[in-house]
Every structure is written in C-alpha cells, then in structure tokens.
C-alpha cells in the first residue's frame, strides 16, 4: 500500500529531488501562486516527465508521454482548437464512447465539466507535461484546422487588396480601419507574437527590404528567419503594432519607443517595441520580456562551486561596488535580479535606477531614467541616497558622473551593483579609469568583477554522445587523457529543439575578487594582462575555460564556446585548474 501523503514524497523516495530542493521549489511556489510541481520544474531540479509521472502515480491516473504517441487527425478533429487552446488539453484517445484527454492539472475538474458539457461525451484524463501538451497542440492543430500565421499568409496572398495607400496615410491596422482586411492583419500580428512565445523566442525582427519584408525570431539568442509577409503589407503591420505600442502611427521619419502589455496562454508579458526608419522603410523589434525569466535563484545561475561561494559571500556584504561585465543579451539583468532577490528582505530598503525598466520586482523601488526631463543616472542617485537605502542599482555605469556618484555612494557605507560594457572582468578596471574616474577610487570601491556569457545547452531529447577528433581536442586545450574520461554529447535535432541540437540556454563565468595583490597593481595603473594573470593566479576561472568546464560535464559544445569566448595564452593556468578538478571527480 501507498503511503505517500503526496506526489512530492515519490520523487523524494526515488532521490529524483532533495529535501532542500523541495524546501526550496515550495517557497517558490508559494511566493509565485503556482504549483509546487511548476516550481521544481522552473529551477530545473526535476525533469517535466519525471514530476508528472509521479503526480500521475500518486493520484492514480496515467501518464502519457507525447513523444512517443502519434494522435490520430480524427480524434484531434474531436476537440476544436480553440478549446484546446483555451484550456491547455489535447484528446489522445477515442474509445467506448469516451475522449481521453491529456492535461496537466490533476485538481482542474471545472475544465473536465466544461469539456463533457461541450463535447456532449464522457471525458477522462491522463497527465502529461503543460509544455508537451502545448507542443502538441502547436503540432497537431497545425496540420488539421487551426489558424496558423502561414494560412494567414496565404489569405492575403489570395486576396489581392492593396494596401499601400492606406499604409502610407498611417491608416492600415487602426481602429477606423475597419474594412475586409483589417481581420487578417490583426490576426498576423496576433499569431506572430503568439508563435514567438511558444517558441520561447527573446524578440521579433520586422525587417523591410526592397522586395519583401523579412520576420525574425532570437531564440536561444540565435535570430531564426520564419516565411515572410508580401512587401505591401509592411505598413499595416507596423500600423498594427503602433497601435498596440500607443504609438504615432503617422509618425515615420523618427524613431519611436513603445511598451505593449498581453496575455499569451496564461503568460503575462510585456513587449518594449521600437521602431526606427531605414531606406526601406521602417524597421521594428518587440523585445519580449517574460517575468517567469528573472525568478532565477543565484543557485540556478550555473556559477561554478568556488564562484557561487564568492558570489553569495560578496552580495552579503555592508558596502562597495560589485559589477556585471558582458555584451548586451549575456544575461547581467538576470543576474543582478537574482543578487536583489536573494536580498530582498523586510529589513533591507532597496532601490534602483534603470534605463528602462523591464522587470517589475515586488518590494523594490524602481526608478526609471527619463533624459527627456534630465533625470539620468547621475541625478537619481544623487536622490535615492537621501532615501537611506541599504542596495543600490545603478542599471549601467556608461559615464565619468555616473561612475563617480556610484563609487561616491559605495564608499559612504552603500552596496552598489551595477553593469558595465567590457569583453571581460579584469577589462572593468581600465574602463573605469578610461571613463575618468581616478585609479585610488576604483581600486578603493570595487570588491568583485563578475564577467559572463550566454551558452545555447544541449537538447535533453535528442542528446548522443559523440567522438571529438585529436585536432579538435588540441585545438581547444583538452589534453588526450582528460577527453577519455569525459563524455562529450551533441543534440542530434528534433521537434522539441526545432531540429536545432540546444534548447535553452545557461550563462559561462569569471569572477574576478579584487584582492589586496590586485588592488596595489589598480592603484600602480597596471596593464589589464597583468591583472588578469594575478586574478588567474589567485584563482579566477576564466570564460574560456569555465565553457570548456560545462563542455566537459555535457551541458554544451565546444562550438558553443567558440561562440562567446575565444581561447587565449593567458588560459593555460586556469585551463590546468580546470582539468585538475575534473580529473578529482572522475577519478
């Protein structure tokens, strides 16, 4: 007999999860209303199949796996799409006068009423994934009868309406814009932006060339080009999506800004929208911004044993600077956000400045930048230290003035995060000093430099080992007797990765801590090599090698790593440390 008072004690039992995870994933749960099942899978501590199978086992129903099931078309014909869309459920089964349907939500018994008073059938549930049912919605209802952006496509290439006229008025895709065409643009711009997020893309490119207009989606921060839209359509799509942005519509020689707040499924996102004009016309981007993105804990980061450590040690202490280095897109927002998170407490007052702000964090003082009314960096935080504030946030040091009143507020007993465009975290040092602030204030104020990059992770589908040739582990620094311990794996492609091998994505680090060795060589004007050798000899782990560490353990490709981080002769010492551990833990 099952003595399980529930599902959580299966996976518990099976040692699929810790008791600190569970503590953990429940805390989440509760913070975030959802399900304690949703929260172990979002901090990644249980795959999505092995939770639902235990839910199943517990509450006694099946578990289907979609992956390894091929739906008949006339049982998904049973279920119109808009119900299962609506309802996140997909049929499987058509047996003795009953639709089995999978679901995600053992406790939902209003949808299986909803469903039986419909579908006038009996209905009963099994429990699979909410993402694979999604999935399979997207698959399956793509080929029966649901409305996708390529039937959309094709309508308007078989209704011949010209819109340039109306597009070039500012007209097209407005409310007063009400004819036969109107339907089919909304529902275009509607699809894409729904198709983005099922995706998981970051943001949509609307790109016009001077014979069609080309639609793109970053996912994993890859752009991936999907079918494009006629060229007379341009202006009624962006008429579209200004509307939606709240912005001028007639306005087409100057760039705009706009914010878009919708619901997809259950997700509530927002998009910032930006359009700017080129030689053919006006190019858009709509940067999807998920909430669920930055509910990140610092142990979900992917930070190394010793730089989780330091990490968590810095961010805990009474004052200095603590900086995020990278390119745009490496993931610093996420990482500070998981710094403020994990600091965000009843007895802490916390305040930021950002430029824009696009997350929301419940229990922090947000302050966005405004140029257009002089209230810059500078400005806010010459006023939030009025406020008394344990945390500050200065979004991004890009000036002298900036730079200084963050040091200025470190130095009077303050904890300042803050991000800077560098290649890397020693390079920190000599922008600042390159942005005018003097040598004696850099090295007194900055305690860590954290460097980071984002790295696409092998899809957990259709992962298989693979052979790396002697050239390419020579070629990478991977010595012989290191890569015969070592398991080196490579997504083959599937439907779940869109044929791509990676889904997902994880950050590579270095974290740079500003010993005493290092601090004399910032006030002696030090070379950034020399810098970086001293952090290397103090212990740093480079970006290279901490990609080349993750590669080792099967979480991504060498050609992953090329990507973001190039090898470098400074890397010998940190690879050796590298191989080292490695070498410990296989043994």
Do not use: W
């Amino acid at each position: 007999m099952d003595e399980s008072r529930d599902f959580t004690d299966l996976l518990l039992r099976g040692g699929l999860v810790s008791l600190d995870q569970l503590s953990e994933a429940t805390n989440l749960a509760r913070d975030s209303d959802i399900s304690v099942a949703d929260a172990l899978i979002q901090l990644g501590y249980a795959e999505p199949d092995a939770v639902y199978r235990a839910l199943a086992k517990f509450h006694k129903l099946n578990f289907v796996d979609l992956s390894e099931r091929k739906i008949a078309d006339e049982v998904i014909q049973l279920v119109p799409e808009s119900v299962a869309r609506e309802n996140s459920i997909i049929p499987y089964k058509d047996e003795n006068d009953t639709i089995h349907v999978l679901m995600s939500d053992p406790f939902d018994l209003e949808t299986i009423e909803k469903l039986r008073f419909i579908l006038n059938r009996k209905i009963e549930t099994a429990l699979a994934p909410r993402e694979a049912i999604q999935e399979a919605i997207n698959r399956y209802y793509g080929q029966v009868e649901g409305e996708s952006a390529d039937s959309i496509l094709q309508e308007f290439t078989d209704t011949q309406i010209d819109f340039t006229e109306t597009a070039e008025d500012g007209i097209g895709g407005s409310d007063e814009f009400a004819n036969e065409a109107n339907a089919p643009v909304v529902r275009l711009v509607g699809m894409m932006i729904q198709e983005a997020v099922q995706l998981r893309a970051s943001d949509i490119h609307v790109e016009p060339f001077e014979d069609r207009v080309r639609i793109r989606y970053r996912i994993d921060g890859i752009l991936v080009e999907r079918d494009s839209p006629p060229r007379r359509l341009l202006g009624a799509i962006l008429s579209r999506i200004k509307i939606l942005a709240n912005m001028d519509i007639a306005e087409r020689r100057r760039p705009q800004d706009g914010r878009i707040k919708i619901t997809v499924g259950e997700k509530e996102l927002d998009l910032r929208v930006s359009v700017i004009p080129t030689n053919h016309g006006q190019s858009c981007v709509m940067r999807l911004l998920d909430k669920d993105n930055i509910k990140v804990g610092i142990r979900q980061l992917g930070l190394g044993a010793r730089d989780f450590k330091i990490f968590t040690q810095t961010i805990k202490r009474p004052n200095g600077i603590m900086l995020v280095t990278g390119p745009t897109g490496s993931g610093k927002t996420t990482t500070l956000y998981a710094a403020l998170n994990a600091m965000n407490r009843p007895d802490r007052k916390i305040i930021t400045a950002e430029d824009p702000v696009e997350y929301y964090l419940p229990g922090i003082n947000q302050v966005e930048v405004r140029h257009n009314i002089g209230l810059d960096f500078a400005r806010i935080i010459r006023s939030m230290l009025r406020q008394a504030p344990n945390i500050i946030l200065v979004g991004e040091m890009r000036d002298s003035e900036t730079a200084s009143m963050g040091i200025q507020a470190s130095l009077t007993g303050h904890l300042v995060f803050s991000t800077l465009h560098t290649n890397d975290a020693p390079s920190a040092v000599t922008r600042m000093v390159d942005m005018g602030v003097p040598n004696y204030l850099v090295a007194s104020s900055v305690v860590a430099v954290l460097g980071q990059r984002l790295v696409r992770t092998i899809c957990k589908r259709c992962r298989a080992q693979v052979k790396l040739s002697e050239a390419a582990l020579a070629e990478a620094g991977i010595p012989l007797e290191i890569a015969e311990k070592a398991t080196f794996i490579k997504g083959k492609g599937c439907g779940y990765c869109q044929k791509s091998g990676y889904r997902g994505r994880m950050g590579i680090y270095e974290l740079m801590v500003v010993s005493s060795k290092i601090r004399e060589m910032m006030f002696q004007g030090k070379s950034t090599v020399q810098i970086t050798e001293q952090a290397i000899y103090d212990g740093m782990t480079t970006l290279y090698c901490d990609g080349i560490r993750k590669v080792l353990r099967g979480l991504t490709t060498i050609e992953e790593v090329y990507r973001v981080a190039k090898r470098t002769e400074q890397d010998k010492l940190a690879l050796s440390q590298v191989f080292k551990e490695f070498d410990e833990k296989t043994d």
